[in-house]
C-alpha cells in the first residue's frame, strides 16, 4: 500500500469539479421531486387522486419502483428518485474506478508509476476509495438538502446512506470489470450493462415478479423503504455486495498479466477493414458505441414518458403547474406538457450532437489524427466524415426518440396517429440540435483548445427553458438559444421561417469550422 495517500491526494485534486458536479446534481435531483410535488397539488384530496392513479399505472411503476405513501412528499421523493438516483451514483463511480485504473494501465501511465517505489495496490487502492469519499459527499449533500428542506430526518438520512451505498457497490462492479477488460470502453461498457441490468430487474420485479427485484442493488435500496416504514438491513446487502466485489477485484488484480485482462481482446471479424478505407467508415467506426447509447437511451426516454397518456389532465389537474404550462405554451394542458417534453428530449438529444462534433478534437488531441493524414486519406475528408455522422446521427436519435413517445403514446391512448405526429413534433428541433453542434465544429476549427467551451450552449439551452420565464432573463439572452426561435409543438402550430433559418446557421457554422480546419496546423 505504500504511496496510497499520495495517490490518493493526487486522485482528490483531479476529480473535485466530478466531486461538485455529481454531487448537486443528485441532490437537486432528490429535492427537486419535494418541490415539484408541493407546487403542484392544491389540496390532500388532489393528491391522494393523483397517487391512485401512479400506483395503478404498471409503466410508472416499471420507471420508477415500488408504489409506496405516494400520497406524501417524502414517499414521492424515494419513489420519483431513487432508482435514477443510484444510477447516476453508480455512472460518477464507474468513471471514478475506470479512469484511474484501466485508462491509466492503458495509456501506460500506471506503469511508470510503478516503476517508482510504491505498492503494487496503491493507485488501485487510492481510486477505489475515491470513488468511497465520492459516494459519501453525494449521499451526505441528498441527505442534508432533503432534511433542510423539512423532510424527515431519519428517512432522508436514509435515502442519503442508501444512495452512498449504490456508489460504492457499482464501485466494486467497475474495480472487478477493469481487471476483466482490456480498455477503459470495455470496462465502462461491463459496468455500465450491469447498471442497465439492475435497473431491468428491479422494473421486471417490481410489476410482475418480486423475486427478481432481490436480485438487483437498486432493488435492495428501494427496499430500505425510506418515507414509508423505513428499514436499514437491506443496507447490509449492499455493503456485502460492496465487499465482495471489491475482494474479487483484488484478487483477479493480483493473478492477471499487467496490461491486459482476463477477457482476452478477441480480433475483428475477416473483412472489417474494408469499412475503414474512407473517412465515413473510420468515423461511423470509432463513433458508432456512443452513437448507439445516444439512440437506445432517448427511444427509451421517449417511452418511459408516453405512457402517460391522456393521464397528465388528471395528475396534473386544476393546480397552479396546469395553469402556468397553458399561459406560458398554450393549448390544453395535455399539447402543453408534451410540447415541453417534445423540446427537453431534443435538447437531451444535443448532447449528443456536442459530443459527436467534439470527437474529431479527441482524435486530434490523443496524436492519431496527423498518421492518417501523412497517408492518402485528406484531413477535409477526414472531418467531413465525422461532419456526416455527426448530422445522420443526430437525425436519427431524434427520430428514435420521438418514435419511442408516440408509440407508448399511441399504445396506451389508442391514438395510432400519434407515432407519426410525435415523431414529426420531434423533428422539428433538427436546426436547434444541428446548431449546438456546428459551433462546437466552428470552436474546433478556429480555437481547438477552447472546443470544450461549446457545451455552454447547452447549457444555454437549459436555463432558458427551464428558467428562463421563471427567472425573467432579459430577451436577448434567452434569444441566444436556438429552442427559443422555434414552434413548441404540439401546442403552436409548426413555422417553416425560424425551421429554414436555423438550418442555414447551422450550415453556415459548420462549413465556417471545416474551413478552418483545413487552414490551421494540425494541434
Known amino acids: 500500500m505504500t504511496g496510497t495517500l499520495t495517490f490518493l491526494r493526487v486522485f482528490l485534486r483531479r476529480d473535485r469539479w466530478l466531486y461538485v458536479a455529481f454531487g448537486i446534481g443528485t441532490a437537486i435531483l432528490y429535492v427537486s421531486q419535494g418541490w415539484s410535488v408541493d407546487g403542484l397539488y392544491a389540496t390532500q384530496a388532489e393528491f391522494d387522486k393523483a397517487a391512485a392513479g401512479m400506483e395503478s399505472n404498471a409503466a410508472f411503476v416499471a420507471m420508477a419502483g415500488p408504489a409506496r405513501a405516494l400520497n406524501t412528499t ?189 477477457l482476452a481482446t478477441r480480433p475483428g471479424p475477416a473483412g472489417a477493414g474494408r469499412g475503414l478505407q474512407s473517412g465515413l467508415g473510420l468515423a461511423w467506426r470509432l463513433q458508432r458505441p456512443a452513437f448507439l447509447g445516444w439512440a437506445l437511451g432517448l427511444a427509451v426516454g421517449g417511452l418511459s414518458f408516453g405512457v402517460m397518456g391522456n393521464d397528465v389532465d388528471a395528475l396534473v389537474g386544476d393546480s397552479d403547474l396546469s395553469q402556468e404550462l397553458i399561459l406560458a405554451v398554450g393549448g390544453s394542458v395535455v399539447d402543453a406538457f408534451y410540447a415541453m417534453l417534445v423540446a427537453m428530449l431534443a435538447a437531451i438529444a444535443g448532447g449528443f450532437a456536442i459530443s459527436s462534433a467534439l470527437r474529431p478534437y479527441a482524435e486530434e488531441e490523443a496524436d492519431r489524427l496527423e498518421p492518417l493524414v501523412a497517408t492518402a486519406l485528406p484531413r477535409s475528408r477526414w472531418l467531413l466524415g465525422h461532419v456526416a455522422v455527426t448530422v445522420l446521427g443526430t437525425v436519427v436519435v431524434l427520430l428514435l426518440a420521438g418514435l419511442g413517445l408516440g408509440t407508448s403514446y399511441a399504445l396506451v391512448t389508442g391514438d395510432g396517429s400519434a407515432v407519426v405526429r410525435m415523431t414529426a413534433d420531434m423533428a422539428s428541433y433538427l436546426p436547434a440540435v444541428l446548431v449546438l453542434s456546428a459551433v462546437a465544429r466552428l470552436l474546433h476549427g478556429v480555437a481547438p483548445r477552447a472546443s470544450r467551451a461549446a457545451w455552454l450552449g447547452l447549457l444555454v439551452v437549459w436555463v432558458v427553458m427551464m428558467f428562463g420565464e421563471v427567472l425573467r432573463l432579459p430577451q436577448w439572452l434567452q434569444d441566444l438559444s436556438p429552442f427559443e426561435h422555434l414552434a413548441l409543438v404540439p401546442a403552436e402550430s409548426f413555422d417553416w421561417v425560424p425551421f429554414v433559418a436555423l438550418s442555414l446557421l447551422a450550415l453556415a457554422l459548420s462549413v465556417a469550422g471545416q474551413l478552418a480546419f483545413r487552414r490551421r496546423d494540425i494541434h
Do not use: C, K, N
Request: aromatic residues 8%; proline residues 2%.
Open 74 to 262: 417524502g414517499g414521492q421523493v424515494a419513489w420519483q428518485a431513487t432508482a435514477f438516483g443510484a444510477i447516476v451514483v453508480g455512472l460518477m463511480a464507474m468513471l471514478i474506478v475506470g479512469r484511474h485504473t484501466r485508462t491509466e494501465e492503458e495509456t501506460g501511465r500506471d506503469e511508470l508509476l510503478r516503476a517508482a517505489p510504491v505498492g503494487r495496490h496503491a493507485t488501485t487502492t487510492a481510486a477505489l476509495v475515491d470513488a468511497a469519499l465520492a459516494s459519501v459527499v453525494v449521499g451526505v449533500l441528498v441527505a442534508g438538502s432533503l432534511v433542510a428542506y423539512g423532510l424527515a430526518t431519519a428517512d432522508s438520512v436514509g435515502l442519503g446512506v442508501g444512495a452512498t451505498l449504490s456508489g460504492w457497490f457499482f464501485a466494486g462492479v467497475a474495480l472487478l470489470a477493469a481487471q476483466l477488460t482490456s480498455s477503459a470502453r470495455a470496462t465502462y461498457g461491463l459496468t455500465g450493462a450491469v447498471i442497465g441490468l439492475s435497473y431491468g430487474l428491479r422494473a421486471i420485479g417490481d410489476v410482475s415478479a418480486p423475486a427478481l427485484s432481490w436480485l438487483s442493488p437498486i432493488g435492495w435500496y428501494q427496499a430500505m423503504h425510506a418515507f414509508s416504514g423505513l428499514r436499514w438491513w437491506p443496507a447490509l446487502l449492499l455493503v456485502g455486495g460492496a465487499v465482495a466485489l471489491a475482494a474479487a477485484g483484488y484478487a483477479v488484480f493480483d493473478r492477471r498479466d499487467f496490461g491486459a485482462g482476463v
